[in-house]
């Protein structure tokens, strides 16, 4: 079962900055936190993953609590093809993902 | 595009009938992970393969089976199909044993079993 607690759904406006909560207060030391995507039937598209330090790249931030039991991704500027249910999973690196139920995201102009 | 190819994107088929489908990974992954999506079970993971043998297996039935080629080509066997195993079906690679190791998956293969 997944391990990850997330919101079933947010709403944002196009253009606004999307903040979606991860908790995870069961991670070990060796885990990751992914975040993954997925648009309406597509496969789920990989965003970005951490350990305990903040990352960024192209598609979204993540910043990791210090104790890190929670951690929230954040798309700067939310655009409409950014709807979609993301999936926050904590993980070791290599093994498979066990999905929980995800965050439905809506951005409307 | 993820690198992942999976074919075929649709497949129909009989109760009681077999299908192999088909996972072609990433360049240089060696990892092959098979995932099912039905509409009310959300994505639940099969069975993984690295480098020709298996890793590890979640909920996958009996009547399931794969395997992972010399290539790295994975193919998900279903036999003794149900009208309950009408789903989608995903395939995803990575590059196992390196920290930065993310899946990546394929665009799956829609199977409807009538």
């Known amino acids: 079962d997944a391990k990850t607690t997330q919101p079933p759904s947010m709403d944002c406006a196009e253009g606004r900055a999307a903040n979606l909560p991860c908790n995870h207060s069961t991670i070990s030391g060796n885990e990751y936190v992914y975040w993954y995507r997925q648009i309406h039937s597509q496969g789920p598209q990989y965003i970005i993953h951490g350990l305990k330090n903040n990352e960024t790249n192209e598609m979204a931030s993540l910043i990791i609590t210090e104790d890190r039991k929670s951690s929230t991704l954040i798309l700067p500027h939310a655009t409409l093809r950014d709807t979609a249910v993301y999936y926050c999973i904590e993980n070791q690196a290599g093994t498979a993902l066990i999905f929980g139920k995800g965050t439905t995201l809506s951005v409307s102009s | 595009d993820s690198g992942v190819t999976q074919t075929p994107k649709h497949l129909i088929t009989a109760t009681g009938q077999r299908v192999t489908l088909r996972c072609s990974p990433r360049?240089?992954?060696?990892?092959v992970y098979w995932y099912q999506q039905s509409l009310d079970q959300g994505l639940q993971f099969l069975i993984q393969y690295y480098n020709g043998e298996e890793r590890a297996k979640g909920n996958i039935l009996e009547r399931f089976s794969a395997q992972q080629f010399p290539d790295l080509h994975s193919e998900l066997n279903l036999s003794s199909l149900e009208l309950g195993d009408s789903a989608l079906y995903f395939c995803a690679s990575s590059v196992e044993g390196h920290y930065n190791s993310p899946l990546h998956f394929g665009n799956g293969t829609r199977l409807t079993v009538t």
């Open positions: 360049s240089g992954d060696l990892s």
